[in-house]
């Protein structure tokens, strides 16, 4: 496929020689992808009877949300906002914590992460977008299918995104491509601390695997299924008060857990803006963070929205 697309933040259409997939995943790296999918569901499946059970201790509820926070914040505030969409800019040392962070989320390295993401809003909700739940039609059985596509299974296609299209910028970055080279360590951290903190704190083997249950594989299961709910719900259910040449809509339950992702519409709308929830109570934690960023001096550059530019994309509905 060589057809014209958007460039590297998904706003400006470009042309590129270079084909939209570009090889495909060993079988090694796919058998990773069914594990770190299937693993956190399967924990999520077994929390509920477990908690009814036996019930939750507290510090596995609270390891549970202090790597849940950093961990999504490091992939909406740093893989989506800023590494995709270059809504800030920020100081190097900056860019490695966030790069770091979002890794923590294990949902594939920063490389792989952006180069998906860029072909989903070059493509978005047509042929060549990797995660759209329209792509079989919209019967009752194709939106269905579409709808699981969009949520989780589109991560077996083994077929891999070009990185000379859509992230030559962060291939050459050689501080960002040490990280992406480093993932596996980042993905250990995030699934071993919590073992080791849960230990630490109850001084028992069996606090070392409650903490591993709630603080690493539960909360990575919350964590994925919120990020996938963006890609299918958010094209799916919702209101759409501003211009989008896709069917990107705001989910406002989700808007907390996803840090202000959920407010899709607007960032479909307008890619590279900093704040997704722009409108009178929507909460973007998300832009909140950036916003402290820009104030300690760490962020700057920052894409704030504009009144005159979301009047001209603002929408008939309300």
């Not at 077994?46 to 961990?71: M, Q, S, T």
């Not at 077996?156 to 990280?179: C, G, K, Q, S």
């Not at 951290?189 to 695997?209: K, Q, R």
């Amino acid at each position: 496929m060589t057809a014209t697309v958007s460039d590297a933040d998904g706003s400006r259409p470009t042309s590129d020689p270079n084909p939209v997939i570009s090889g495909r995943r060993t079988a090694f790296q796919h058998s990773l992808i069914w594990v770190f999918v299937a693993g956190p569901m399967v924990a999520l499946a077994l929390a509920v009877p477990l908690a009814w059970g036996w019930g939750v201790d507290w510090h596995d509820l609270v390891l549970l949300v202090v790597f849940y926070v950093p961990a999504v914040l490091g992939i909406t505030v740093g893989f989506h906002r800023h590494f995709t969409h270059k809504s800030f800019k920020a100081k190097p040392w900056l860019r490695v914590a966030m790069a770091i962070t979002g890794s923590l989320a294990v949902q594939g390295n920063i490389l792989n992460w952006v180069a998906d993401h860029r072909r989903h809003h070059a493509f978005s909700d047509r042929e060549g977008d990797p995660h759209s739940p329209w792509l079989f039609g919209t019967s009752p059985l194709a939106v269905a299918r579409g709808f699981l596509h969009a949520h989780m299974t589109w991560f077996f296609d083994r077929n891999e995104t070009n990185h000379r299209r859509f992230i030559p910028d962060l291939l050459a970055d050689r501080a960002i491509v040490r990280v992406s080279k480093t993932f596996g360590i980042w993905v250990a951290v995030s699934l071993l601390l919590p073992a080791v903190l849960g230990g630490l704190i109850s001084w028992s083997w069996v606090g070392v695997l409650t903490g591993f249950f709630w603080g690493g594989l539960v909360r990575l299961a919350i964590s994925n299924h919120v990020t996938w709910s963006i890609n299918s719900i958010c094209h799916m259910i919702g209101r759409r008060p501003f211009r989008s040449r896709d069917r990107s809509h705001n989910f406002w339950p989700l808007a907390v857990l996803s840090m202000g992702e959920s407010w899709h519409n607007l960032h479909h709308a307008d890619p590279t803006c900093a704040r997704h929830g722009v409108l009178p109570g929507q909460i973007d934690i998300s832009a909140r963070l950036i916003w402290i960023f820009e104030k300690l001096g760490w962020a700057y550059d920052v894409r704030w929205p504009t009144p005159k530019r979301l009047a001209r994309l603002s929408s008939q509905e309300a």
